[in-house]
T-cell receptor, first 114, second 113 residues
Framework: GNSVTQMEGPVTLSEEAFLTINCTYTATGYPSLFWYVQYPGEGLQLLLKATKADDKGSNKGFEATYRKETTSFHLEKGSVQVSDSAVYFCALSGSRGSNYKLTFGKGTLLTVNP | DAGVTQSPTHLIKTRGQHVTLRCSPISGHKSVSWYQQVLGQGPQFIFQYYEKEERGRGNFPDRFSARQFPNYSSELNVNALLLGDSALYLC????????????FGPGTRLLVL
């Protein structure tokens, strides 16, 4: 079945540092890939997505590229802010015909210190 | 436009009781999904409904059931609550069959004592 493996956290960075959160996946066919962010006490917000190989999703300075050859979708940001402190989830949806559910990784807690 | 809304925001129940959680999707969205998020873990898929029909079911016991109404809102029901059912229950909506981008509500936090 489908699965997502995320970099273990927590990750602690200083403001303006470079961020990478690794995500690899196992899936049949051609899934779509997502990053969601969860702030304390809240639900999940869609951060970015990519629907096919070599697509780059981007939003609010965050980027991730769909790499089919390495089955990866690593999240990056050039300069983090204190307000980026949250839990980040990598997720995939199944290929056509089975894309009714999202499979999530365990999440990576990011703390950014001033 | 309003996002996905869920009620109640918090709930405390005791073992063996029944609970009903409610969700209203984004206006125009016809598909609703339910996920359970245990503390420190990623969300786990429970159900998806599209046009009032169950489209998918995750690996959850029969104590969990759901339905979707003509206005596309949805209810998740859990019978015979166990301590392990304590979690954040998330509802997500998407616009159409085959649209895999899901938008989440704030969740209902259930505590079973």
């Amino acid at each position: 079945g489908n699965s997502v493996t995320q970099m273990e956290g927590p990750v602690t960075l200083s403001e303006e540092a470079f961020l990478t959160i690794n995500c690899t996946y196992t899936a049949t066919g051609y899934p779509s890939l997502f990053w969601y962010v969860q702030y304390p006490g809240e639900g999940l917000q869609l951060l970015l997505k990519a629907t096919k190989a070599d697509d780059k999703g981007s939003n609010k300075g965050f980027e991730a590229t769909y790499r089919k050859e390495t089955t990866s979708f690593h999240l990056e940001k050039g300069s983090v802010q204190v307000s980026d402190s949250a839990v980040y989830f990598c997720a995939l949806s199944g290929s056509r015909g089975s894309n009714y559910k999202l499979t999530f990784g365990k999440g990576t807690l990011l703390t950014v210190n001033p | 436009d309003a996002g996905v809304t869920q009620s109640p925001t918090h709930l405390i129940k005791t073992r063996g009781q029944h609970v009903t959680l409610r969700c209203s999707p984004i206006s125009g969205h016809k598909s609703v999904s339910w996920y359970q998020q245990v503390l420190g873990q990623g969300p786990q898929f429970i159900f998806q409904y599209y046009e009032k029909e169950e489209r998918g079911r995750g690996n959850f016991p029969d104590r969990f059931s759901a339905r979707q109404f003509p206005n596309y809102s949805s209810e998740l029901n859990v019978n015979a609550l166990l301590l392990g059912d304590s979690a954040l229950y998330l509802c997500a909506s998407s616009s159409a069959r085959g649209e895999e981008t899901q938008y989440f509500g704030p969740g209902t936090r259930l505590l079973v004592l």
